[in-house]
């Protein structure tokens, strides 16, 4: 376990807060899922975060001072984010990174609005940008953006007609559902099976059953890490032979290692992965499996590219000032080659999204393999 | 047909182990009154117990077990009885309630700190080769889960019904003033319920994680279908939790399939309120005679 | 004794007042929800302290009255108008739900409570059209009574103070009135109340009614504080944690849920500093004192009052002779 530095209590940041002259330290919080039913996911971004962190203050930190940085536990409770959103602000933030899930970063982000403060969300859910909130910037595209990617690579690639849908039936479930089901209406696709499952269900046997009786030629497959992989072995154990499609969620490491070689086959949508042939991935994935001691996923690489974008913004600025950071990242386009914190070429519009190219993914003989590079949109 | 086939068998292989789980807890009910909020989190941690024995101590699989077994005995057992449940019995169920829902957060908190906040592998004790049953799939693995479950509770049952121990342990249960004027050794019999509760545990525990993978957080529906298990079936009687188990596992299944897979877990429940509705005691129990 | 009480009371309504002055907007927030937890604590000790019944219904009532006010105030209709639907709504379907688990058996309610929960969930989930779904509710408006415009923090922590004190009142009349005397007659003897004429059955349906419309407010309170709701915060988990609340401040005592609240809420901020253990340590925590006094604290403090006292103890009076 990882010691975190805690400072020295309330009253004595209060005291540094009040005295500008003392601000030689940048400050930023972290808001993640460090317990809860999210602790998987936000503990990996948080890592991510510190590893980027320890980085720049290493380098020089941001304008020639030091990152303070202040961890916040979410609980993935929604209510106890936005509390302890609204706490880092009152400790002095300036700018904030988290929450990752997006039932909680669609209330949380409500504060840093009111407060004026810039957040870099690791939440995929589309109704996130699409609220004219200008303080919220995703650090990988919304699921909206993907799904045109993966109709059509169904429909033109595959040649398929009926897809059945798998989905978790939760805030990050619902969001993906919507838009695949509306997009891949739109693209003249048949959904003949529109599967939802419960947060943590152990039991995919009727899930696999109705989409195998469905007449469903691909299935896509929206579920968080451990779902997915009780849905992949049910899939194989029951002989459902037919492609399964999922986001970067279904070709992860830990997909992987939990679902053993019934993952093989299963192709993956994905705009950060650590099979991306990118010298600066690799890299990035070395430290941090050699500092944690796990390999990184999709969200370990948005913790990073997050703080790094807080750093490199800011350093365009000149100045700690959390207004013309927010002004500064809408319409912002990062080289990686330049900026290599963001690993990959990345670009925000004026709502906050992101775009970025992406990847097809396949997983063969347990590795994730790159089987297509897909453009920007 | 092959579906309502595939339903069936899949219902019952789950169903079997969530009445290992659902045994336990009517166990505990009837020997000391003890709603055991914590059950789930009983069937999450043996898992854990048999990862670390194999990672950490370098343990083949057989001894990791071995070593679960004996700390679930120890731990959720013995520890369980005496450092928590002793204490509290004489202060009524209320108190006791509450702390295991507080030992419910302590064991899982501890399992994400202390080993791992994400799912993790567990190694099948059985093959998973798939057998096709008249057009339904079912693995090795789901038979030999069915066949240790029953075999489990049945020896239960007959250890309960057949031998001295077993039937001090019942009269215990029924009435523990009469049971101590008759000469039975009430602190022992309660004693060893709660030992039989953590080596089904244990069991459950172990014969679960291969196909549901062993996470901090997988106690929680395991112990509200436990729980929801043992009252449909009958929260005073062993065969009456069985039944309920494999019930919950069965409908569970037809409801994902053929009502509403929003709704399906919805469906347990309503049998739930139904049963305590028309048949408080559950489907199997008996009347209780021993309220106030 | 009763100048003492008097002026306990006194300090607990200045210390009230006072509490928020001078502090960030995160300790005011923190200490609304600590008065909306104690309303709907306070609730659930009327029917587990009093009534000896648990219920773990308390998240879903909380749940019902939130988005009854949240989807009436978002069409524009008053506060005040909103939370008298949610406090009646719950106090309807608590009786509904009460009347046949109070019917059958002794711990039925707790079961039949505990289902009602996660139905609950399942239909605020569900129903998209009416709430919004998993994805909840989002920009609820907070009240405005004429010149006094709740919206910013400290202002609606006043608020939630005279909804607090309001409510804390009616409790302490019903507590004293006959039919409140009666019920502590039900408490330390079910035989004797009944054999005195009392319809218990019919006082505890009651007693869980009213515990419910509680919960009702507390949710209409809780849907302008946080202005956003959503299904998964009105779980189980909640239930048990306003449970928790009871019975680690000690239930059956006045001020227990307000003490409990006030831990539950707060505690997890005191240990903050622990990193990730301090959920560890909280539950080891709460282990300890139920194990060392399952009265919960306020139970404590009496035990440690009553140690300096001469001692009559009557046996009957003891919670649960068994064993």
Redesign the interface.
């Known amino acids: 376990?990882m010691?975190?530095n805690?400072l020295a209590g309330v009253s004595l940041t209060a005291m540094l807060m009040a005295g500008g002259a003392y601000a030689d330290t940048v400050k930023i919080a972290n808001i993640s899922e460090?317990?809860g039913?999210g602790?998987?996911a936000g503990?990996v971004w948080a890592h991510g975060v510190d590893l980027a962190v320890d980085e720049i203050n290493e380098h020089g930190g941001i304008l020639g001072m030091q990152v303070e940085m202040r961890e916040y536990?979410s609980?993935t409770?929604?209510?106890q984010s936005?509390?302890?959103v609204?706490?880092a602000?009152?400790?002095g933030a300036f700018a904030l990174l988290g929450t990752v899930y997006s039932?909680s970063t669609?209330?949380n982000m409500?504060v840093a609005q009111q407060n004026g403060i810039p957040q870099f969300t690791a939440s995929e859910?589309p109704?996130i940008t699409q609220?004219g909130n200008p303080y919220i910037f995703r650090t990988n595209w919304g699921a909206q953006k993907g799904m045109p990617k993966i109709g059509a690579y169904m429909r033109d690639q595959l040649g398929v007609e009926n897809v059945a849908v798998a989905w978790a039936?939760?805030?990050f479930g619902?969001?993906g559902h919507d838009s695949f089901v509306e997009i891949v209406e739109e693209m003249g696709l048949k959904v003949v099976a529109d599967?939802?499952?419960?947060q943590?269900?152990?039991?995919f046997?009727?899930?696999v059953?109705?989409i195998k009786?469905s007449g469903a030629e691909a299935v896509f497959i929206y579920l968080t890490?451990?779902e997915a992989?009780?849905f992949l072995?049910e899939a194989t154990?029951?002989?459902l032979e037919i492609p399964k499609i999922g986001d970067s969620v279904l070709t992860s490491e830990?997909v992987i290692?939990?679902a053993?070689p019934a993952a093989n086959g299963a192709k993956g949508h994905a705009a950060l992965t650590i099979a991306a042939d990118e010298p600066r991935v690799q890299e990035f994935a070395a430290k941090f499996t050699d500092r944690f001691g796990y390999s990184p996923d999709y969200n370990a690489m948005k913790g990073y590219i997050g703080a790094y974008t807080i750093k490199y913004a800011t350093e365009m600025v000149g100045e700690v000032d959390s207004q013309k950071l927010a002004d500064t990242v809408h319409g912002l386009c990062l080289d990686a080659e330049e900026y290599p914190g963001v690993l990959i070429d990345m670009c925000w519009d004026d709502t906050g999204e992101v775009s970025r190219e992406s990847y097809m993914v396949e997983v063969v003989n347990g590795q994730e393999q790159v089987s297509e590079v897909l453009p920007a949109n | 047909m092959a579906e309502l086939l595939q339903i069936l068998v899949s219902g019952l292989s789950a169903g079997a182990i969530y009445a290992l789980a659902a045994v336990g807890f009517t166990l505990l009910w009837q020997a000391s009154q003890t709603i055991n909020f914590a059950q789930g989190e009983f069937v999450m941690l043996p898992a854990f117990f048999v990862l670390a024995g194999m990672t950490i101590f370098g343990l083949p699989l057989w001894a990791a077990i071995l070593t679960a077994l004996v700390l679930s005995l120890v731990v959720l057992g013995a520890m369980f009885k005496k450092l928590i449940v002793e204490p509290m019995l004489p202060h009524g169920t209320l108190p006791l309630v509450i702390a295991t829902i507080a030992l419910g957060i302590l064991m899982k908190e501890s399992v994400k700190e202390f080993y791992s906040a994400q799912g993790q592998p567990f190694p099948p004790l059985f093959p998973q080769h798939v057998i096709n049953f008249f057009g339904a799939s079912i693995s090795i693995q789901d038979i030999c889960n069915l066949v240790v479950a029953f075999a489990a509770i049945i020896s239960l049952q007959l250890f309960l019904g057949r031998t001295r121990t077993g039937r001090a342990m019942q009269a215990t249960a029924q009435d523990p003033r009469v049971a101590e004027i008759l000469g039975v050794d009430v602190k022992k019999m309660v004693m060893y319920t709660f030992l039989i509760n953590g080596a089904l545990a244990a069991i459950a525990s172990i014969l679960i994680s291969p196909v549901y993978l062993a996470k901090f957080s997988n106690g929680e529906t395991l112990g509200m279908i436990a729980f929801i298990a043992a009252i449909v079936g009958g929260f005073n009687q062993i065969k009456g939790a069985l039944l309920g188990g494999l019930l919950i596992g069965v409908i569970d299944n037809l409801a994902a399939v053929y009502v509403s897979a929003e709704y399906r877990t919805a469906i347990p429940l309503i049998l739930l309120i139904v049963i305590i509705m028309v048949r408080p005691q559950g489907i199997l129990g008996t009347p209780e005679g021993r309220t106030v | 004794m009763t100048a003492l009480r008097l002026l306990f009371l006194v300090a607990f309504g200045l210390a009230l007042f006072i509490a928020p002055l001078g502090q960030g907007n995160y300790i005011i927030y923190v200490l609304c929800s600590w008065l909306i937890f104690s309303i709907s604590a306070m609730g659930l000790n009327l029917t587990l302290g009093y009534a000896g019944q648990i219920s773990l219904a308390q998240a879903a009532f909380m749940g019902i009255g939130a988005y009854i006010t949240a989807l009436l105030t978002m069409a524009g209709v008053h506060w005040i108008v909103a939370v008298f639907c949610s406090i009646g709504a719950s106090f309807v379907i608590g009786l509904v739900l009460g009347y046949p688990a109070l019917r059958v058996q002794h711990h039925f309610l707790a079961f039949v409570t505990l289902a009602f929960t996660t139905l609950v969930f399942l239909v605020l989930r569900n129903e998209d059209w009416l709430t919004g779904g998993s994805l909840g509710l989002v920009g609820i408006p907070r009240p405005v009574f004429g010149p006094f415009d709740t919206m910013k923090q400290l202002p609606f922590y006043y608020f939630t103070v005279v909804c607090f004190l309001i409510t804390a009142g009616v409790m302490a009349w019903m507590l004293h009135s006959p039919w409140g005397r009666a019920f502590k007659a039900l408490r330390e003897n079910p035989i004797r109340a009944n054999s005195l004429g009392l319809n218990t059955t019919r006082m505890t349906l009651l007693a869980f009614a009213i515990g419910s419309a509680m919960g009702g407010l507390a949710g209409a309170l809780q849907a302008p504080l946080v202005q956003f709701i959503e299904p998964g915060s009105f779980t189980l988990i909640l239930s048990l944690k306003i449970l928790l609340m009871v019975i680690v401040g000690g239930s059956g005592y006045f001020f227990g849920p307000i003490l409990g609240a006030g831990l539950v809420v707060l505690l997890p901020e005191m240990l903050r500093f622990t990193d990730g253990y301090y959920l560890i340590i909280y539950a080891l925590l709460v282990l300890v004192v139920m194990i060392f006094s399952p009265h919960g604290l306020i139970g404590l403090g009496q035990k440690l009052l009553s140690s300096f006292k001469p001692r009559e103890e009557r046996g009957d009076l003891k919670q649960g002779a068994q064993l």
Do not use: C, F, H, Y
């Open positions: 376990m010691k975190r805690v460090l317990s039913a602790a998987a503990t536990d609980q409770d929604p209510l936005r509390a302890l609204q706490k602000i009152d400790e039932s669609v209330v409500l859910a109704s609220k039936n939760t805030e619902k969001g599967v939802p499952s419960e943590g269900q152990a039991d046997s009727a899930d059953l109705r009786n890490q451990e992989a009780r072995m154990k029951q002989g830990k290692e939990l053993g």
